[in-house]
């Protein structure tokens, strides 16, 4: 069980710092907002998975999956919402025919 | 090595992935850009909290913390990201 929550805490330690890199890396807002979307909300859910795993079963880790629960969905709602206030405030995207230009 | 040492580690990877996006939240060029950075730090600071949680040995306490820090970061995210949309919006 103690191997397994280290593999788990490894991994999601792996996305959130792909996440990290990415944000710090891609050209664009848009683009930097797909890193933040998608890696670092399976890279935190993963860790606290992970955590909860090396607890084993109690009260405690019940609270650890729920918090892992709450920031599977609150995270991409959190990240579409600012993505959708972004476009509707005029923001333009990175493209190859607007480069050209 | 121990347990504590993974999770000493951990802390510290994550307090370096922290000072990454603080770059990104003092340079970012649009305002989005800096909360998607603040969103991330929040992220990260949960894990923080949950392990300095089980380093102390009081985890109780620190999990009710992070559950209360996650929902205000998601509210805080939310409201934040609505206003700018309205204000851009009528500006157009």
Known sequence: ?101 | MTIDNIFFALLVGLVVLIIMMLFRVFKGPTVFDRLNGLGVIGTDAIIILVIIGFLSGREEMFLDIAISYSILGFIASVVIAKYLGGKGESKE
């Open chain 1, 1 to 101: 069980m103690k191997i397994l929550a280290v593999i788990f805490l490894a991994l999601g330690f792996f996305l959130t710092a792909v996440a990290a890199i990415g944000i710090l890396r891609f050209p664009d807002f848009y683009t930097r907002m797909h890193a933040s979307g998608k890696a670092d909300t399976l890279g935190v859910a993963l860790t606290l998975v992970g955590l909860a795993l090396y607890e084993g079963f109690s009260l405690t880790s019940f609270k650890i999956l729920f918090i892992s629960a709450f920031i599977m969905f609150a995270n991409p709602i959190g990240t579409h919402i600012l993505v959708r206030a972004a476009h509707q405030s005029g923001l333009k995207p990175l493209t190859k025919r607007r480069e050209s230009k």
